[in-house]
């Protein structure tokens, strides 16, 4: 099976199944490895393919973290007796050994991807094995899409091997190709013990996890593993331990560790203490740590979520899905039986949810988007996904990348894109290296960019330029080393670079150069409050030194949209502004609808950010014009007489609607409007201009079939109400009707009359004059002869002429 003899010097469970694994290999180009965690997977695969006859170059062995692929590389390098670098190497960011000799090459999975993004056909490598596939790592998925695709388009002999313990390797098998076999190991089956020891909101989780290791010391032998949400927490409860258990060995796992402690909280203490290792997720998987047979879970996980609203990536903390609770605690039952204390109850368990969500759906989309741009697609729906990347986070990062340059109109990578592409960086710190580099300080650039991605390095606080003079001056290990890292980006973007001169870039403009949205202004005197070009409200701590600057360039910030609170600035001068960003700064007249009338000003702005602001004297009429008509439609009603829509309305012409007149806007409103400020407008000319909507025939309709007034027998006119819901009335007096026999008609609709006294009160309303004349006239008749005694009220009205005179004056006039 391998010649490496002196590699298998423990029975794994992965071994009773490794033959079958091989099998598969040898007939298919790839298969689906289920494994639980302790089975030996990661450690015993990769060296098992070296001496297959198909494998003639480098098995690459990818793993989500740093920790995890140099202890897996140094754990296989060990057991052939040989130091890392030979038949095993490993590649990290801040680390690496390799030689001619390597054959089994672990790396990350970001690694992974710059790597088959350079050279898709991966010369001289005969397998890619994805190890913890169940984390659904952005890098995950993208890398097993691209190995796919080289596969089926540039080498059918390559081998994809997708491993993990807690995947559905059915549906990965589906992906794959529906003939991709899956292989499951047992694993091995120690006795685990779960202790659900409840939660007290009140209680802070340093306190809480504090109290419940300590219970376990005294309750359990053997080493404790801890799992926290963060480095806070973690050293948080360092604390409290260290002054709880005096005597006890507490050591810190997370990314931020150095490699030498990483390894002391991995292996056993040399000395044969017992251990207290206290540990973010990065302990879930991949790592087994010696000696480790009690878990304590606090049962948090804290991940990055991108906030498409605020444009800012922030850690988030939640409850751990059942499937990561499951992983922690088998931590404790890898090398025998073990113990697991839960710091919750057992009958929430169940409303856990069952696993993380990929990261597909929560992360950044715009170094995927880029790096699918540089494979040569624009649409990620082209490849193969388990889930595929969501619309709105794919749009949201071609606007970035658009924004970087990086895209052009269509979508398509440019020049600078590739370029941008090319460094293995996120496109905005990319974009901050490039920038440096063409200006000749390339190495601040690079630092700038680490300090982002690489929390602690030079200390805590907002302001990023004080963080970059204490790493500078950092002789530690660390220091060196992430200089080192820095100093090899810088060098990779100088080799970008044809002409660079030595400009002294600020750092806040080598920091915008990667984030121009992010250039913000105080909204405040106390510099609390922030406006960014992109548009976002942030927050800052007015007590923070960068609450005086009146610009920043915001690095990172944490929080949701509204309120997102700044967590890394460099504090921008004006000048440098001007001086840097001319070519950002836009001159535009800007109008707005104010105090009933449109004000036009002449604005300088920095997208979302207004610079300076005055009267503009000559704005752009067509502005003006466009302004006041989305005023007027505002509430067209108010503006549009009423009188005239009713009567369109009665005899059914469309063209005098509301929702017709909006549409029709530019044709009848805008050249009323034209040198105007606000939406005061001639009734007269108003009503010219909607008649002129309508054409001959509906002209004469609109007269014929709903005339404007109503002529009385009296020779009086009267405004005809289509309005009401009693339309069409008029509003008539008594008398100027006299001699009238017949009712008057609107088409085939009786005129209401709405009858008043010679006051102009009320008398009646009727649609059957005759019939009033005839009817209820007596009762009126008698009633107003008394109240309004000058007046005729004769008998028989419809045989009297009509007439608005007194009785004197009208006998006079008769005579």
């Not at 639980?36 to 450690?43: E, I, L, N, Y």
């Not at 960019?449 to 929390?455: F, P």
């Not at 505002?634 to 012409?653: D, F, S, T």
């Amino acid at each position: 099976m391998c010649a490496n003899s002196a590699f298998v010097t423990d029975r794994l469970p992965i071994h009773e199944v490794l033959p079958d694994l091989l099998a598969a290999l040898r007939s298919n180009s790839g298969a689906v490895l289920v494994a639980p965690p302790g089975a030996g997977k990661t450690t015993a695969v990769a060296p098992a393919l070296i001496d297959e006859d198909w494998c003639t170059g480098t098995v690459i062995l990818t793993s989500p973290r740093r920790v995890a692929a140099r202890a897996a590389a140094e754990r296989m390098a060990q057991m052939l007796g040989e130091k890392p670098g030979e038949t095993i190497g490993y590649i990290t960011r801040l680390d690496s050994k390799r030689s001619a000799k390597t054959r089994v090459l672990v790396v990350t999975e970001a690694i992974f991807v710059n790597t088959i993004l350079d050279d898709p056909e991966l010369p001289g490598v005969s397998a890619v094995l994805l190890d913890e596939a169940h984390e659904r790592h952005l890098d995950t998925d993208l890398g097993l899409a691209l190995s796919l695709e080289t596969q089926g388009v540039l080498r059918e002999d390559l081998r994809v091997l997708v491993m993990s313990a807690t995947i559905d390797g059915a549906r990965f098998a589906a992906l794959m190709g529906e003939s991709t076999p899956v292989i499951e190991s047992e694993g091995r089956a120690y006795p685990l013990d779960i202790r659900w020891l409840g939660s007290s909101p009140q209680e802070r989780i340093e306190d809480a996890m504090a109290s419940a290791i300590a219970t376990a010391w005294k309750e359990q032998e053997g080493d404790i593993l801890a799992f926290l949400p963060g480095v806070g927490e973690i050293e948080r409860t360092r604390e409290r331990l260290e002054a709880r258990l005096s005597g006890a060995l507490v050591l810190p796992l997370h990314g931020q560790v150095q490699p030498a402690e990483q390894r002391a909280a991995i292996r056993r203490d040399p000395e044969g203490r017992r251990r207290i290792v206290l540990a973010t997720a990065i302990a879930e998987t991949s790592l087994t740590l010696d000696g480790v047979s009690v878990v304590v879970d606090a049962g948090l996980s804290r991940r990055a979520e991108f906030d498409r609203a605020a444009g800012t990536t922030h850690l988030v903390t939640h409850r751990a899905s059942q499937a990561a609770a499951a992983q922690r605690a088998g931590r404790a039952a890898r090398q025998g039986p073990g113990v697991a204390y839960r710091l919750w109850e057992e009958g929430g368990h169940a409303g856990r949810a069952r696993f993380d969500p990929p990261e597909i759906e929560t992360a950044d989309l715009a170094p995927l988007v880029l790096d699918l741009a540089k494979w040569g697609t624009g649409d990620p729906a082209s490849l193969q996904w388990l889930d595929s990347p969501p619309e709105a986070s794919v749009m949201a990062a071609r606007t970035t990348l658009s924004g970087l340059g990086a895209l052009d109109a269509e979508g398509w990578i440019t020049d600078l894109g590739k370029r941008l592409a090319s460094l293995p960086l996120d496109p905005s710190s990319a974009a901050t290296v490039l920038f440096g580099a063409e200006h000749g300080d390339a190495d601040t650039a690079a630092r700038l960019a680490l300090l982002l991605q690489e929390r602690g390095l030079g200390g805590r606080g907002e302001d990023l330029e004080a963080r970059l003079s204490r790493w500078n001056a950092d002789r530690g290990s660390r220091a060196e080393a992430s200089r080192k890292l820095a100093g090899r980006w810088a060098k990779q973007a100088r080799s970008l670079v044809t002409d660079s001169g030595k400009d002294g870039v600020p750092p806040a403009i080598l920091l915008a150069a990667g984030r121009p949205e992010f250039i913000a202004r105080r909204r405040d005197p106390s510099g609390e409050n922030w406006i960014a070009a992109g548009g976002r409200g942030f927050m800052l701590d007015p007590a923070s030194p960068l609450a005086r600057a009146q610009f920043l360039v915001i690095g990172d910030a944490q929080g949701q949209a509204k309120g997102a609170r700044i967590t890394s600035a460099i504090a921008l001068e004006e000048a440098d502004l001007l001086h840097w960003l001319g070519d950002r700064i836009e001159k535009r007249s800007v109008a707005r609808w104010k105090d009933g009338r449109v004000e036009a000003r002449l604005e300088r702005r920095l997208g979302a950010i207004t610079l300076s602001s005055g009267p503009d004297p000559d704005p752009d009429p067509e502005l003006l014009v466009g302004i006041l008509v989305d005023k007027a439609l505002e509430n067209l009603g108010k503006l549009v007489p009423a009188e005239l829509q009713a009567r369109a309305a009665y005899i059914g012409l469309e063209a005098l609607a509301e929702e017709q007149l909006a549409e029709s806007a530019d044709l009848w409103l805008a050249p009323l409007l034209e040198g105007k400020r606000n939406l005061e407008l001639g009734k007269g000319k108003l009503v010219d201009a909607l008649l002129g909507l309508l054409d001959w025939n509906d002209r004469q309709r609109l007269d014929s079939e709903a005339p404007r007034e109503f002529t009385s027998p009296a020779g009086t006119t009267h405004r005809i109400d289509y309005t009401g819901d009693d339309a069409p009335s008029v509003e008539v007096r008594v008398q100027a009707l006299f001699g009238l026999e017949r009712h008057p008609m609107i088409g085939n609709t009786p005129l209401l009359l709405k009858l008043t006294s010679p006051a102009g009160r009320p008398i009646q309303s009727t649609r059957d004059l005759p019939g009033f004349w005839r009817g209820s006239w007596a009762d009126v008749r008698k009633d107003m002869k008394g109240r309004y005694p000058k007046h005729r009220w004769p008998e028989e009205p419809w045989a009297e002429k009509p007439s608005l005179k007194t009785k004197n004056a009208f006998s006079k006039g008769e005579g």
